[in-house]
């Protein structure tokens, strides 16, 4: 069995795979406050968030654009589960290509926080 | 002696302190390949190199453009020497903002081009 029973699905959000992940997407995605923001959140509770749950300073069409470029740029995986989009980090993927990348991005943003009193 | 002599140099570039760096800038200067190759050539060699030693396949002011954003992102110094304007990578800035950050991005970098082939 091969089918992909997805793959008609309207709901199914397109995503890169491993191998089409680009290091330039996903710098380009995280040289956002907003989007350094929800990957830090997401990697903080190591588990799906559904995009209701980050109180974004930004309106609802600009958070949806936020998220469809960390899905797209493949830092994210986005997934519907009811009537809720939720987002789990793509961590194991970030971490096979880029080893030690995510981590070091994530403290870089953790210890700018701190330095501008922005924790 | 307080005096800052080369205050009133025209060609003196501006540049951000280190305090002024922001990790938003750095990734958004290392989100563009050709920016990246150049960082990438500068932490190689280790040493200042001109403008006219990188020969990008772009012209040369958008050249010019790409090293003034590694330059006003707080990654990059560029100092006249002579009729020569010369780049440096700012690693003693960045590593001690941000540890370990510069090279997983370099490594990255590296097995990237590795895997497309593109080295």
Same mark, same amino acid.
């Given at each position: 069995m091969t089918t992909e029973t997805t793959a008609t699905n309207p709901r199914e959000l397109a995503h890169p795979t491993r191998d089409e992940i680009r290091l330039e997407g996903v710098l &380009? %995605?995280?040289? *956002?406050? =907003?989007?350094?923001?929800?990957?830090? $959140?997401?990697? %903080?509770?190591? $588990? $799906?968030? /559904?995009? /209701?749950? #980050? %109180?974004?300073?930004? +309106?609802? /069409? +600009? +958070?949806? &654009? &936020? #998220?469809?470029?960390?899905?797209e740029s493949g830092v994210i995986e986005q997934v519907y589960r009811g +009537?809720?989009? =939720?987002?789990?980090?793509?961590?194991? *993927?970030? *971490?096979?290509l880029y080893p030690g990348l995510l981590d070091s991005l994530l403290a870089a943003a953790r210890s700018e926080a701190e330095r501008l009193g922005a924790v």
């Amino acid at each position: 069995m091969t089918t992909e029973t997805t793959a008609t699905n309207p709901r199914e959000l397109a995503h890169p795979t491993r191998d089409e992940i680009r290091l330039e997407g996903v710098l &380009h %995605a995280l040289a *956002d406050p =907003m989007r350094l923001r929800i990957v830090r $959140e997401l990697a %903080a509770v190591r $588990e $799906e968030l /559904s995009c /209701s749950h #980050f %109180a974004l300073p930004v +309106t609802k /069409s +600009t +958070t949806t &654009h &936020h #998220f469809r470029v960390l899905r797209e740029s493949g830092v994210i995986e986005q997934v519907y589960r009811g +009537t809720a989009k =939720m987002n789990g980090l793509r961590r194991a *993927d970030l *971490d096979a290509l880029y080893p030690g990348l995510l981590d070091s991005l994530l403290a870089a943003a953790r210890s700018e926080a701190e330095r501008l009193g922005a924790v």
